[in-house]
């Protein structure tokens, strides 16, 4: 069975991660959906809030696993016997930095394998950051993010703000 993991920030998860993840799930015996713990970034949500946004939202998805990692990527795929990294791509932006990031782990661990998924059209313009964005700003982000965590962003955002603003 092919082990396929699909990493990121996920910070908050977009319907365009959800895109990505479920057509991996359809290709793999088994996808990881694995959250960074990444301590140079400041992220809104944490680590266990995203993990267990992700974990409500793959429910139905019965080859589909969430965890996070911290440190190397590939180290993460070798410890959990993956050998294949699925990557979203959704413009030029997107390649150049994926490239590079696909040959240093090409370098670091040969047997695994980088795959890059073209995202569909719908979410070419999304990213978790234009979604906090419009949140921010009071805008609507239900067609942006899951009907099941559309709440939990929108809360976030305000407590979030409102802590800035004392
Ligand atoms: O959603 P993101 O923030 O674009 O995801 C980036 C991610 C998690 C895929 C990338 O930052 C990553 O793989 N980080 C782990 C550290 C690592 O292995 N870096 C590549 C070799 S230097």
Known sequence: MTIAICPGSFDPPTNGHLDIIGRASRIFGKVIVAVLENQ????????NERVMMLKRLMTS??????DSFQGL???????????????GLRGMGDFEYELQMALVNRKLAPQVETLFMITNNDYSYLSSSI????????????ALVPA???????????????????
């Open 131 to 142: 979604v906090k964005e419009i949140a921010a700003y009071g805008g609507d982000i239900s």
């Open 61 to 66: 998805y019965q080859n589909v696993e969430v």
């Open 148 to 166: 099941e965590i559309r709440d939990l962003v929108l809360q976030k955002i305000r407590a979030n703000d409102e802590k800035q603003q004392f």
């Open 40 to 47: 140079r970034k400041t992220p809104l949500f944490s680590v």
């Open 73 to 87: 990527l590939v180290d993460y795929a070798r410890l959990k016997n993956a050998t294949v990294l699925i990557k």
